[in-house]
């Protein structure tokens, strides 16, 4: 029988048939330290379908009769942190080394990014608010940026742009919060021209449909920590099919592709990147390639 893998908790009874579901979707293992969190991740679950506990979910999840429920239980177990500009000294290094190398050689003055794992959408609209502050330098250029999860309600948060006072105070300047969104209620929306520079979309990084072509800039960040290291190496063979010699793949700060597959290795330049190890000789400032 194989072993659980490092971190997986050993789940009995209706915790085992909801972190099953959660991995059968999702490929993310339940750790015992979000274990505990799973009957409070749930309550509003039980509450909008009237269910008692979670054997009562569980039980009526077997019995397969609301589709919606599959869903709702996947999105609740899900972990959607995230913030604008988390880690801040990689948006620093995007602004001032990646984009201007990507400036250089990209011939047909088209940058595009694909934010994989977006969950709420901060990462992507952190992105899109440096682009637009330095419209100047991005005169002429099409930019396209790609925001994918597999979080039905993180991705319809993303698109509707809304962010209650507690997230845009993490990591959001003022200047930036007043000049990119407007107050909503108690909450506030990012402005229409910032909302139309993204496209958000509904994705498993185990079935994707989203992505296409190849990426300049991806970013996988805080994703991959919670995959078997298998199921790491499919998605870093993803993430290598939509990159070119010259792309860059940033990861979260307790990530790497170390250990999980050939695809990528160490960038040469941009401290804490990843780069496609095939093509490393020519993205050392070697012309720019697309070829989808
Ligand atoms: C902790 S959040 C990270 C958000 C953002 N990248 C950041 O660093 O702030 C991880 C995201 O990965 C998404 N995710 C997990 N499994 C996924 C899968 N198989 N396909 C696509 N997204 C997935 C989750 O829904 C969640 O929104």
Redesign the pocket.
């Known amino acids: 029988m194989p072993l659980p893998p490092a971190g997986a908790a050993i789940f009995q009874g209706a915790a085992r048939i909801l972190s099953g579901l959660l991995e059968a979707r999702?490929?993310?293992i339940l750790s015992e330290g979000r274990a505990w969190r799973m009957e409070t991740a749930l309550r509003p679950v039980l509450r909008a379908h009237g269910l008692q506990d979670i054997d009562d979910l569980a039980a009526m999840l077997l019995r397969k009769r609301d589709p919606r429920l599959d869903e709702d239980v996947v999105n609740a177990l899900?972990?959607?942190?995230?913030?604008f500009f988390?880690d801040l000294q990689i948006f620093d290094m995007i602004h001032r080394q990646i984009l201007p190398r990507v400036q250089e050689h990209r011939q047909d003055r088209t940058l595009r990014i694909w934010?994989a794992?977006?969950?709420t959408g901060?990462?992507a609209y952190s992105l899109a608010i440096r682009l637009r502050n330095d419209t100047a330098r991005w005169q002429g250029w099409r930019i396209e940026i790609l925001a994918?999860?597999?979080?039905t309600a993180?991705i319809e948060q993303a698109r509707a742009g809304i962010f209650s006072q507690m997230d845009v105070q993490r990591g959001l300047a003022v200047g930036d919060l007043i000049k990119w969104f407007e107050p909503h209620g108690e909450d506030w929306r990012a402005s229409p021209d910032l909302r139309r520079m993204i496209d958000f979309r509904h994705?498993?990084?185990?079935d994707p449909r989203a992505p296409s072509g190849e990426y300049d800039l991806l970013?996988c960040?805080?994703?991959l920590l919670?995959f078997t290291p298998e199921r790491r190496g499919d998605v870093l063979r993803l993430l290598a099919r939509h990159s070119h010699a010259g792309s860059v793949l940033l990861l979260?700060a307790g990530e790497t592709v170390i250990g999980q597959g050939d695809d990528f290795q160490s960038h040469p330049e941009f401290r804490g990147g990843y780069a496609r190890k095939a093509l490393t000789p020519d993205c050392a400032g070697g012309p720019m390639r697309r070829t989808a």
Do not use: K
């Open positions: 999702t490929g993310q899900l972990n959607n942190e995230s913030s988390r934010s794992g977006c969950s901060q990462e994918t999860d597999i979080s993180a994705d498993n990084l185990f970013l960040r805080n994703v919670y979260g």
